[in-house]
């Protein structure tokens, strides 16, 4: 596995990205391209097409969209939110009226977004791992395990602030 400097967030808002053109992992800095192939000289989209030095992100798709926000409604636990938001799954339009729908509960559309931001990361995780690359910390610090001892976990917390 290859490290590589990264900010996960910004990969995984990448994936839900519905901006024109494709998003390209740049393998030598970790910086985040967003290019359009059709706009390109032949040269440049050459380049792109290199393995070694730049990873394309694929997009969600209309399908994906919607399977987060099921696996999101199963999870949700609000007796109101709940039965609103599956009928707007569906709807005919069920990613804009799910979305509409959620501003009436300001607490489950932080629930929502706490939890599509995690399933997207863990998505970047995999594509990183399938591409043989390890995410490092865009601010330099690794995580610490989970079985540090909370005393000991604070001292540390402590000193990287």
């Known amino acids: 596995m290859r490290p590589l400097t990264l900010d996960l967030d910004l990969l ?63 999870q949700l636990r609000h007796p109101h939110a709940q039965p609103l938001l599956r009928a707007a799954l569906e709807s005919r339009r069920p990613i804009r009226t799910f979305d509409y729908e959620l501003e009436l509960f300001p607490s489950v559309r932080e629930a929502w977004q706490a939890f599509a931001l995690s399933r997207l990361k863990e998505e970047v995780l995999v594509l990183l791992d399938e591409a043989g690359l390890e995410a490092l910390p865009a601010d330099g610090r690794m995580p610490l395990p989970d079985d540090v001892p909370e005393g000991i976990r604070r001292r540390l917390e402590k000193g990287r602030s």
Do not use: C, I, V
């Open 12 to 74: 995984a808002a990448a994936l839900d990205s519905r901006e024109r053109g494709t998003h390209f992992l740049d393998l030598a800095s970790g910086a985040l391209r967003l290019l359009d192939p059709d706009d390109l000289s032949l040269e440049e989209r050459e380049e792109l097409e290199d393995p070694e030095r730049y990873l394309p992100l694929p997009r969600l798709t209309q399908d994906d969209r919607l399977e987060l926000r099921e696996a999101f409604l199963h």
